[in-house]
C-alpha cells in the first residue's frame, strides 16, 4: 500500500487532516511532518522530520508526499536529498493542495491503486471545486445583487455586550480568533448606532463599531457552518468575550505582589542593553510623517499588487519571529502587543482596501497602503471611547512597518518636555541617537535596537541606560518610570523610595586614573576609550583613559544632507580632541560610512546587503577628493600630539597601501602650503573581516598596528547580521571561531614587533577582556563607562591565567 506524508507548517492542521482520512478510509498508513520547534508548537517545516516520516510509511509500494505551501516544499526537497538513492526512487511529491489532494489519495491508496496512480488522482482533486464553483465567480453580465436580494443569513443572534471598555481591542480579537476557525461569511452590526454591518474578520473594522458595555450587537452568519459559529460566538460572549469583568492591566505589564506601599509599582522585564539606572517622566518618540513621492502616471496595478502582498508577508514574518522570541523571553505579556500588530497585517479593511486602491484608483502600493492606514486611523479617532481611540497607534506603527518594508523610512520625531525625560522609542538609528542630548535624556525605552548595533554603541558610549523590547504600548498607562539598564527591569510609576534610589547619579562611582594597567604578573594593556563625541571625549578623560582608541568619525556627520568641508570636520574633531590630554594617544578612525551608517550626503546605490556593499574603506576609496578632505581635515585637528591613523572595513592590503599612500601625499600637500599637522602618525587598520584575519600576514608589513572590531569580525564571521534581534545567540565574539581569527592577528602582530587591539564592544566584558589578553591583545578600547570595571578584572588576574582562559575558550594554543 502506498503511504501518505503530510507535510504542513502547522502541527494541528496536519494532525486534524490525519484525523479526517482515518474517519474516511481506515487503516491508511499516513505519517505526520510538521510544526517546527522539539514539541512542533511553532510554525514552520523540518526536513529531518520529513525523512523520519517517509522511513516509518514507505514500504515496496512508494509514498506520496503532500505540502502546503512555501518552504513546506524546499524542506520535502531537501528531505528527498537524505535519501539513499533506493528509498528516495520510491517516494514522489505531490503538487496538489493539501487537503483535497489527501482525501483523494486516501481513495486511491486504499482501492491499492500504484504510486503514479495515486498521485495523478490527488493532482487532480481541485478541478471538482473549480468546475463547481467557477460559475458563480466568474463575472457575468447579471445585474449585481441589490440588498433586497441578499438572501437571509443561514442563523444570527442578537448579543448583549458586558465587557466594560465593550468590544476593545482584546475582545475584538477574540471575535476575529473565533470567526477565524470557521468558513462561513460572518457580519456584525450594532443596533444602537445603526450603521452598517462590518466583517467579524476585521479587527479595525470591530473596534469602529463602536460597541460599548451595554449595546446589543446583532450577528450573522452565511456559510457551511454558520450555526457552528454563531454558537461559538455566543459562548464567547457569554465568557464576557475572554474578558474579566473588572478591566485587567494593559497588554505588556505585569503586577507585582505589594512591597510595603499600598500603590506598589508595576515590573517589565526587557533585554539590559546599556547599563546603568535611571527615573524620570516618559517622552514617546514618534516616527515623523512620511513623504511619499509623487506617484508617476501608469503604475502597474499587478506589480504594486504583487509589492504590497509581499511587504505585508515579510512584516507578518517578521511579528510572527517576534512573538515566539518575546514569548521565550518574557512570557506571553509583552507578545500580546505584538499580536495585535500581527491581526491587523492580516485585517481585510487594510490589506483589501489598499488593494482596492491600487487596482480602481491606480495608487503606487506605499501610498494605497498609507491611506488605508490613514482612514482607519482616522475611524478610530472618531470613536468616544478613548481606549479605543488609542488604538489607532497600533495601525500607526503597523502603516511605519509596512513602509518601511517598502524602503520608505519615516525620521523620529523627537519632542522632549522641559525636564529630563526617559525616551521611548520604536527603534533607533545611528542618525536618531546622535541627535539625542545625553544632558536631557536619562534613559531610553526601546521596542527593538539589538545588542550590538550602532545605536546601543552609541548610547552605550553617552552612558545612557538602555532597557531593550518593551513596546511603547506597555508604557503607556505610565507616566514616570524607573528603569535598570543592568538588569533590564522598567518599574511603571516607581514608588518614592525607588525613585530616590534610581536618581541616585551613578558617575559618582567613576575613579579617573591615569595609572598604566598591568596584570599581577606585569604584562602592560593599554585600557583606551572609544569615542564619539564631545561628551565621549570628556567622560574618556574623567574614566583615566590612557588613550582613545578608536575616535569614530562618521558619527559628527551622518544626519545632514550637505558634505563637511575640511574646516568643518577639522573644527569638530578639533573639539572632540581638546577634551582629551594632550600627550595621550588618539586613534581616529577615517569615515565608516555604509552599512547601517547611511549618510544622506553620500548617496550610496540601493544594495541587496548593505553591510557587504560600498562601506568604509571601499566608499572612500571612490570618493578620492571627499576622502582627500577628510584626511587633511584629521591631521590637521591632531596637530601638535601623538596621533593614530586607521582604516576601517578593509579585506585587501592594496587598499591599506592606496590609503597610505593617500595618506602621504596629503601630508607632503600640507607641508607644501605650511599647514601645521600631525606628522609622522601611526598608521593601523581595523580587522573586521575575516579576509583581513586570516591574510593578517599579508597585511602586517604595511601597518603600524591592527585594531580589531569584534562587532563586525563577529557578524562577518558567524554570517549573523549585527544587531539582528533572532540572530542573538550568534554574535558573541567569544565564539571560537572568532576567537581563532583575533588570535592569528594578535600572534602575527607580536611576531613582527607591532601590535594588536580590540576596540569592538566585546573589549568592555571583563571575561572576555582576559580572554583577549591571553590571545595576545595589548590594547583594550572600550565605552568610558565599561572601563573601570575592566581595569579592576585585569588588575586582579594574571597574564598566565588569561593564557590559560584563552586556551580553554579555544581550544588551541594562543602561540600555534
Ligand atoms: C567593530 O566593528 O567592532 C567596530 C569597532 O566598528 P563599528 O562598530 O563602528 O562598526
Ligand atoms: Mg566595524
Given at each position: 500500500?502506498?503511504?501518505?506524508?503530510?507535510?504542513?507548517?502547522?502541527?494541528?492542521?496536519?494532525?486534524?487532516?490525519?484525523?479526517?482520512?482515518?474517519?474516511?478510509?481506515?487503516?491508511?498508513p499516513?505519517?505526520?511532518?510538521?510544526?517546527?520547534?522539539?514539541?512542533?508548537?511553532?510554525?514552520?517545516?523540518?526536513?529531518?522530520a520529513?525523512?523520519?516520516?517517509?522511513?516509518?510509511?514507505?514500504?515496496?509500494?512508494?509514498?506520496?508526499?503532500?505540502?502546503?505551501?512555501?518552504?513546506?516544499?524546499?524542506?520535502?526537497?531537501?528531505?528527498?536529498?537524505?535519501?539513499?538513492?533506493?528509498?528516495?526512487?520510491?517516494?514522489?511529491?505531490c503538487?496538489a493542495?493539501?487537503?483535497?489532494?489527501?482525501?483523494?489519495?486516501?481513495a486511491?491508496?486504499?482501492?491499492?491503486?500504484?504510486?503514479?496512480?495515486?498521485?495523478?488522482?490527488?493532482?487532480?482533486?481541485?478541478?471538482?471545486?473549480?468546475?463547481?464553483?467557477?460559475?458563480e465567480?466568474?463575472?457575468?453580465?447579471?445585474?449585481?445583487?441589490?440588498?433586497?436580494?441578499?438572501?437571509?443569513?443561514?442563523a444570527?443572534?442578537?448579543?448583549?455586550?458586558?465587557?466594560?471598555?465593550?468590544?476593545?481591542?482584546?475582545?475584538?480579537?477574540?471575535?476575529?480568533?473565533?470567526?477565524?476557525?470557521?468558513?462561513?461569511?460572518?457580519?456584525?452590526?450594532?443596533?444602537?448606532?445603526?450603521?452598517?454591518?462590518?466583517?467579524?474578520?476585521?479587527?479595525v473594522?470591530?473596534?469602529?463599531?463602536?460597541?460599548?458595555?451595554?449595546?446589543?450587537?446583532?450577528?450573522?452568519?452565511?456559510?457551511?457552518?454558520?450555526?457552528?459559529?454563531?454558537?461559538?460566538?455566543k459562548?464567547?460572549?457569554?465568557?464576557?468575550?475572554?474578558?474579566?469583568?473588572t478591566e485587567?492591566?494593559?497588554?505588556?505589564?505585569?503586577?507585582?505582589?505589594?512591597?510595603?506601599?499600598?500603590?506598589s509599582?508595576?515590573?517589565?522585564?526587557?533585554?539590559?542593553?546599556?547599563?546603568?539606572?535611571?527615573?524620570?517622566?516618559?517622552?514617546?518618540?514618534?516616527?515623523?510623517?512620511?513623504?511619499?513621492?509623487?506617484?508617476?502616471?501608469?503604475?502597474?496595478?499587478?506589480?504594486?499588487?504583487?509589492?504590497?502582498r509581499?511587504?505585508?508577508a515579510?512584516?507578518?514574518?517578521?511579528?510572527?519571529?517576534?512573538?515566539?522570541?518575546?514569548?521565550?523571553?518574557?512570557?506571553?505579556?509583552?507578545?500580546?502587543?505584538?499580536?495585535?500588530?500581527?491581526?491587523?497585517?492580516?485585517?481585510?479593511?487594510?490589506?483589501?482596501?489598499?488593494?482596492?486602491?491600487?487596482?480602481?484608483?491606480?495608487?503606487?502600493?506605499?501610498?494605497?497602503?498609507?491611506?488605508?492606514?490613514?482612514?482607519?486611523?482616522?475611524?478610530?479617532?472618531?470613536?468616544?471611547?478613548?481606549?479605543?481611540?488609542?488604538?489607532?497607534?497600533?495601525?500607526?506603527?503597523?502603516?511605519?512597518?509596512?513602509?518601511?518594508?517598502?524602503?520608505?523610512?519615516?525620521?523620529?520625531?523627537?519632542?522632549?518636555?522641559?525636564?529630563?525625560?526617559?525616551?521611548?522609542?520604536?527603534?533607533?538609528?545611528?542618525?536618531?541617537?546622535?541627535?539625542?542630548?545625553?544632558?536631557?535624556?536619562r534613559?531610553?525605552?526601546a521596542?527593538?535596537?539589538?545588542?550590538?548595533?550602532?545605536?546601543?554603541?552609541?548610547?552605550?558610549?553617552?552612558?545612557?541606560?538602555?532597557?531593550?523590547?518593551?513596546?511603547?504600548?506597555?508604557?503607556?498607562?505610565?507616566?514616570?518610570?524607573?528603569?535598570?539598564?543592568?538588569?533590564?527591569?522598567v518599574?511603571l510609576?516607581?514608588?518614592?523610595?525607588?525613585?530616590?534610589?534610581?536618581?541616585l547619579?551613578?558617575?559618582?562611582?567613576?575613579?579617573?586614573?591615569h595609572?598604566?594597567l598591568?596584570?599581577?604578573?606585569?604584562?602592560?594593556?593599554?585600557l583606551?576609550?572609544?569615542?564619539?563625541?564631545?561628551?565621549?571625549?570628556?567622560a574618556?578623560?574623567?574614566?583615566?583613559?590612557?588613550?582613545?582608541?578608536?575616535?569614530?568619525?562618521?558619527?559628527?556627520?551622518?544626519?545632514?544632507?550637505?558634505?563637511?568641508?575640511?574646516?568643518e570636520q577639522?573644527?569638530?574633531?578639533?573639539?572632540i580632541?581638546?577634551?582629551?590630554?594632550?600627550?595621550?594617544?588618539?586613534?581616529?578612525?577615517?569615515?565608516?560610512?555604509g552599512?547601517?551608517k547611511p549618510?544622506?550626503?553620500?548617496?550610496?546605490?540601493?544594495?541587496?546587503?548593505?553591510?557587504?556593499?560600498?562601506?568604509?574603506i571601499?566608499?572612500?576609496?571612490?570618493?578620492?577628493?571627499?576622502?582627500?578632505?577628510?584626511?587633511?581635515?584629521?591631521?590637521?585637528s591632531?596637530?601638535?600630539?601623538?596621533?593614530?591613523?586607521?582604516f576601517?572595513?578593509?579585506?585587501?592590503?592594496?587598499?591599506?597601501?592606496?590609503?597610505?599612500?593617500?595618506l602621504?601625499?596629503?601630508?607632503?600637500?600640507?607641508e607644501?602650503?605650511?599647514?601645521?599637522h600631525?606628522?609622522?602618525?601611526?598608521?593601523?587598520?581595523?580587522?573586521?573581516?575575516?579576509?583581513?584575519?586570516?591574510?593578517?600576514?599579508?597585511?602586517?608589513?604595511?601597518v603600524?598596528?591592527?585594531?580589531?572590531?569584534?562587532?563586525?569580525?563577529?557578524?562577518?564571521?558567524?554570517?549573523?547580521?549585527?544587531?539582528?534581534?533572532?540572530?542573538?545567540?550568534?554574535?558573541?565574539?567569544?565564539?571560537?571561531a572568532?576567537?581563532?581569527?583575533?588570535?592569528?592577528?594578535?600572534?602575527?602582530?607580536?611576531?613582527?614587533?607591532?601590535?594588536?587591539?580590540?576596540?569592538?564592544?566585546?573589549?568592555?566584558?571583563?571575561?572576555a577582556?582576559?580572554?583577549?589578553?591571553?590571545?595576545?591583545?595589548?590594547?583594550?578600547?572600550?565605552?568610558?563607562?565599561?572601563?573601570?570595571?575592566?581595569?579592576?578584572?585585569?588588575?586582579?588576574?594574571?597574564?598566565?591565567a588569561?593564557?590559560?582562559?584563552?586556551?580553554?575558550?579555544?581550544?588551541?594554543?594562543?602561540?600555534?
Amino acid at each position: 500500500m502506498v503511504g501518505l506524508i503530510l507535510v504542513s507548517h502547522s502541527r494541528p492542521l496536519a494532525l486534524a487532516l490525519k484525523e479526517m482520512l482515518e474517519r474516511f478510509y481506515d487503516a491508511l498508513p499516513i505519517a505526520v511532518a510538521a510544526g517546527a520547534g522539539d514539541d512542533g508548537k511553532d510554525l514552520g517545516t523540518d526536513a529531518t522530520a520529513i525523512v523520519a516520516a517517509i522511513e516509518e510509511v514507505c514500504g515496496d509500494d512508494g509514498a506520496l508526499v503532500l505540502l502546503d505551501l512555501g518552504s513546506a516544499v524546499l524542506s520535502a526537497e531537501l528531505a528527498l536529498d537524505f535519501l539513499d538513492e533506493a528509498l528516495r526512487s520510491r517516494v514522489a511529491l505531490c503538487s496538489a493542495p493539501l487537503v483535497e489532494g489527501a482525501i483523494a489519495a486516501g481513495a486511491q491508496i486504499k482501492v491499492g491503486a500504484s504510486l503514479e496512480a495515486v498521485r495523478a488522482e490527488a493532482e487532480k482533486a481541485l478541478q471538482q471545486k473549480t468546475t463547481h464553483l467557477a460559475p458563480e465567480t466568474q463575472v457575468s453580465d447579471a445585474e449585481p445583487p441589490t440588498l433586497a436580494q441578499e438572501p437571509p443569513p443561514d442563523a444570527q443572534a442578537t448579543l448583549r455586550v458586558e465587557a466594560e471598555h465593550g468590544l476593545h481591542a482584546r475582545p475584538a480579537m477574540r471575535i476575529v480568533q473565533t470567526v477565524a476557525k470557521y468558513k462561513s461569511a460572518v457580519q456584525i452590526r450594532n443596533l444602537r448606532t445603526g450603521a452598517p454591518a462590518v466583517s467579524a474578520r476585521s479587527l479595525v473594522a470591530i473596534n469602529c463599531l463602536d460597541a460599548r458595555r451595554g449595546d446589543s450587537i446583532q450577528i450573522t452568519a452565511t456559510g457551511p457552518d454558520a450555526g457552528e459559529v454563531i454558537e461559538a460566538l455566543k459562548a464567547l460572549q457569554a465568557k464576557n468575550f475572554g474578558d474579566p469583568l473588572t478591566e485587567d492591566l494593559p497588554a505588556g505589564v505585569t503586577s507585582r505582589p505589594a512591597s510595603g506601599s499600598p500603590d506598589s509599582d508595576q515590573l517589565l522585564h526587557g533585554e539590559p542593553l546599556s547599563g546603568g539606572r535611571a527615573v524620570g517622566i516618559l517622552s514617546f518618540a514618534a516616527r515623523e510623517s512620511l513623504k511619499l513621492p509623487t506617484p508617476a502616471n501608469g503604475i502597474d496595478p499587478k506589480l504594486e499588487n504583487a509589492r504590497l502582498r509581499n511587504a505585508l508577508a515579510a512584516v507578518r514574518q517578521q511579528l510572527d519571529e517576534n512573538i515566539g522570541l518575546l514569548r521565550e523571553e518574557s512570557g506571553s505579556a509583552n507578545a500580546g502587543i505584538l499580536e495585535a500588530h500581527r491581526m491587523l497585517v492580516a485585517d481585510p479593511s487594510l490589506g483589501e482596501r489598499a488593494a482596492g486602491f491600487i487596482t480602481n484608483e491606480e495608487m503606487p502600493a506605499p501610498h494605497a497602503w498609507r491611506r488605508a492606514c490613514e482612514e482607519a486611523v482616522a475611524a478610530y479617532r472618531s470613536l468616544e471611547d478613548p481606549t479605543l481611540r488609542e488604538r489607532g497607534r497600533d495601525i500607526e506603527d503597523l502603516a511605519l512597518q509596512v513602509l518601511a518594508e517598502l524602503g520608505f523610512h519615516a525620521p523620529l520625531h523627537i519632542d522632549l518636555p522641559a525636564e529630563p525625560c526617559v525616551l521611548v522609542v520604536p527603534s533607533l538609528l545611528p542618525s536618531d541617537v546622535a541627535r539625542l542630548d545625553p544632558g536631557r535624556i536619562r534613559g531610553v525605552i526601546a521596542e527593538a535596537i539589538g545588542p550590538t548595533s550602532h545605536a546601543a554603541i552609541l548610547l552605550r558610549s553617552a552612558g545612557i541606560p538602555v532597557v531593550d523590547g518593551i513596546a511603547a504600548a506597555g508604557l503607556r498607562a505610565a507616566t514616570r518610570v524607573a528603569l535598570d539598564g543592568d538588569t533590564g527591569e522598567v518599574w511603571l510609576d516607581p514608588d518614592q523610595e525607588r525613585s530616590d534610589r534610581f536618581a541616585l547619579v551613578k558617575e559618582a562611582t567613576v575613579v579617573a586614573t591615569h595609572a598604566p594597567l598591568c596584570t599581577l604578573d606585569g604584562r602592560r594593556i593599554e585600557l583606551a576609550a572609544n569615542v564619539a563625541s564631545v561628551a565621549d571625549a570628556a567622560a574618556a578623560a574623567r574614566a583615566g583613559a590612557e588613550a582613545i582608541g578608536l575616535l569614530r568619525t562618521e558619527f559628527l556627520f551622518l544626519d545632514r544632507s550637505d558634505a563637511p568641508g575640511e574646516e568643518e570636520q577639522s573644527r569638530s574633531l578639533r573639539e572632540i580632541l581638546a577634551l582629551f590630554p594632550p600627550a595621550l594617544p588618539v586613534t581616529i578612525r577615517t569615515l565608516d560610512i555604509g552599512g547601517d551608517k547611511p549618510a544622506p550626503y553620500l548617496p550610496l546605490p540601493k544594495e541587496a546587503n548593505p553591510f557587504l556593499g560600498l562601506r568604509g574603506i571601499r566608499l572612500t576609496l571612490r570618493r578620492r577628493e571627499l576622502f582627500g578632505e577628510h584626511l587633511r581635515a584629521i591631521l590637521r585637528s591632531a596637530e601638535g600630539r601623538p596621533c593614530r591613523i586607521m582604516f576601517p572595513m578593509v579585506s585587501d592590503p592594496s587598499e591599506v597601501r592606496l590609503a597610505r599612500a593617500l595618506l602621504k601625499e596629503v601630508h607632503e600637500q600640507l607641508e607644501t602650503d605650511q599647514v601645521p599637522h600631525a606628522w609622522p602618525v601611526e598608521v593601523g587598520m581595523m580587522v573586521e573581516v575575516p579576509a583581513a584575519a586570516i591574510n593578517a600576514r599579508a597585511f602586517v608589513g604595511d601597518v603600524d598596528f591592527f585594531s580589531i572590531g569584534t562587532n563586525d569580525l563577529t557578524q562577518y564571521t558567524l554570517a549573523a547580521e549585527r544587531g539582528h534581534p533572532q540572530l542573538r545567540e550568534f554574535s558573541s565574539a567569544l565564539h571560537p571561531a572568532v576567537l581563532r581569527l583575533i588570535s592569528l592577528v594578535a600572534t602575527i602582530a607580536n611576531r613582527h614587533g607591532k601590535w594588536a587591539g580590540i576596540c569592538g564592544e566585546a573589549a568592555a566584558d571583563p571575561e572576555a577582556a582576559g580572554v583577549f589578553v591571553g590571545l595576545g591583545i595589548t590594547e583594550l578600547s572600550m565605552g568610558a563607562a565599561s572601563m573601570e570595571q575592566v581595569r579592576r578584572a585585569l588588575e586582579g588576574t594574571t597574564y598566565a591565567a588569561c593564557r590559560k582562559l584563552a586556551r580553554d575558550r579555544i581550544r588551541i594554543s594562543p602561540d600555534s
